[in-house]
Each structure stands twice: as C-alpha cells, then as structure tokens.
C-alpha cells in the first residue's frame, strides 16, 4: 500500500519528516507539486488527483496546506481511492488568505464529514492555526484527534525529524478500526 507524502506551502525542506519518510519508508512517494511558493488548489488537487489513479487505495500523509488539500480532495469523486489519511498540523487558509491573496483559493475551509479515515494531528501552539480550531475541525470531519502538546507546526523548526510516532499513526490507517480519539503521540 502507498503512502502519498503530501507537503504544504514550499514544500518540505530538508530534514523535515515528510523528507525523511522518504528515506525510510519504501512504500512512500512524494506529491510533487509544480509550484510550491504559489498554491492553485486547483492545480494542486489535478496533481493529486493523478497520483490517486496511479496509486489507488494509498495512504495520505499531509502537512499544513497539505492537510487542507486532502480535507478539499475528500468531496470530489477521486477521494474513493483514498485508503486513510493522517493531516498533521493543518493550516488555517482563511487566516492565511488574509494576510496573503495567494492562498485565497483554500478557503474557506472544508466544514463536511470527510469520505475516508482520518486523524487530525494538532499543536497547541502551532503558528498556522490554532488548537481550538483544529480540533473542531477534526470533529466536523469525523477525524481522530491527537493532541501533541506544545510541538510548534510539527516540523524541522520545531524539532521534529523522522517522528517514528508519525509512522505509527499513518500504519494504523491501514488498520482503519482503531481510533485516536484525544491520544497523545508525543
């Protein structure tokens, strides 16, 4: 089963987690997108969607934009190839449409049930949205939550670098009965 690695805004830099899982994990692919500095959700999910029909019933690994991404994919019919999907440290777009037009096309923010299996991995003191938000979020999509404390945006900057808890919650996608349901993974 493929894991999709699904990066935000400017991609993952090196040493981030998602660019390790590369590394580590050879079921995973990276989602290359044509431009990373300026985000087209239209264009991001054709790139996306593509990748579904080569890899069918793969799991997502997304992070910040990525993770909104994947919440736009879940109503569009493409979104029945997706086996589960872990969204860690979900970017609040509408926020970020205000200070910059350029993400004015991922907002407003996906408010329906998603069509898969997911988990929603939050900070409390994540920069890109806030904790309350995520978490309601999480809920409006029928998500497990896992609360990782004060972990920033979950990235290099923060600390993180292969994140072996990570892998743990993307394997349980493929075991879709368990629930993270207010779990700590840090």
Not at 59 to 66: D, M
Request: hydrophobic fraction near 45%; charge should be negative.
């Amino acid at each position: 089963m493929t894991t999709l690695i699904i990066p935000g805004y400017r991609g993952s830099e090196n040493g981030h987690w998602q660019r390790q899982w590369l590394l580590e994990d050879e079921t995973s692919q990276l989602l290359e997108q044509d431009d990373w500095d300026n985000p087209d959700l239209s264009q991001w999910l054709h790139v996306l969607e593509a990748a579904l029909a080569e890899t069918p019933g793969a799991i997502l690994v997304a992070h910040s934009l990525g993770s909104i991404l994947v919440a736009h994919l879940a109503s569009r019919p493409s979104a029945a190839h997706v086996a589960g999907a872990v969204l860690v440290a979900p970017a609040d777009a509408e926020r970020m449409a205000a200070w910059d037009k350029k993400f004015a096309s991922f907002a407003p923010l996906p408010r329906h049930k998603l069509s898969f299996p997911s988990v929603v991995v939050a900070s409390r003191d994540d920069p890109y949205m806030s904790f309350n938000k995520a978490q309601a979020l999480a809920n409006i999509w029928g998500s497990g939550f896992v609360d990782m404390g004060n972990s920033g945006h979950i990235n290099v900057e923060s600390g993180f670098g292969s994140w072996p808890e990570g892998h743990v919650l993307a394997d349980s996608m493929r075991r879709p009965h368990q629930s993270f349901r207010a779990q700590r993974a840090a």
